[in-house]
């Protein structure tokens, strides 16, 4: 049984003889990518602030941390990352802010990250609106040390870092989405191109003859456009 052996030179030849079509269909893509980042996705923006878990209590009790200390402290700061995004939490913000909100849209919009092995604390406010991000990012962290005196009796949130204002959108990824693009369209191409070429057996020209069926050239008859009319 024959079987059909491609080799890169091969690859590279059809590659080269139809790199015209590569390329532009790379660009379109790419273009594409381009115009569906810029006018269909709504740009969202995410205004941060970082809070610091201390616990006083327990820093009155001894003058030096122990193994156990951090272990609680970081246990703490994950407690503290599920409070922020409870049901409490969103209802004081949207009643602080005086917000036509629903308990859920808040919550969607929260997103919270501990700060490595640490007691800091990123709270992320992400929307559609600037202002409102920033404004909820803020009240955020106010609604966190007021539930958290409710809670333990003790405020232990201290904000180390207020949220400001976003400057530019957080998503979408503009250079991310455009690359992806870029890489997609010329993937497609270049498999558009060589399933086309494998597929297509008619003979267009000696090369075909003398390289794909690998048979000696032995003559053309040249076309004529007048003896065909």
Known sequence: MNEETIDLSTLWRIIKKKMNVIVIITILIT?????????????????????FINDVRQDEKTTGQTINDINMYQKLVDTYAEITKSRTVAEDVIKELDLD???????????TSPKGNTQFLNL????????????????LALSLKTVSGDLRGTDIVQILD????P????????????????????MLSVFGV?????????????????????L??????????????
């Open 167 to 186: 400057s530019s959108p957080s998503s979408p990824n503009v250079k991310m989405n455009l690359a992806v693009g870029f890489v997609l369209g010329l």
């Open 31 to 51: 273009m594409a990518s381009g115009i569906f980042t810029f006018f269909l996705i709504e740009p969202k923006y995410t205004s941060t602030v970082a809070v």
């Open 101 to 111: 909100l629903g308990i859920g849209d808040i919550r969607e919009m929260i997103s």
């Open 162 to 165: 207020s949220a400001n204002v």
């Open 216 to 229: 000696p050239f032995l003559g053309a008859i040249p076309y004529d456009a007048k003896m065909s009319s």
């Open 194 to 214: 060589f399933l086309l070429e494998f597929l297509d057996k008619t003979v267009k020209d000696k090369e075909f003859i003398m390289n794909d069926l690998d």
């Open 124 to 139: 992320s406010v992400t929307s559609t609106d600037r202002e409102l991000a920033y404004k909820v990012a803020n009240q």
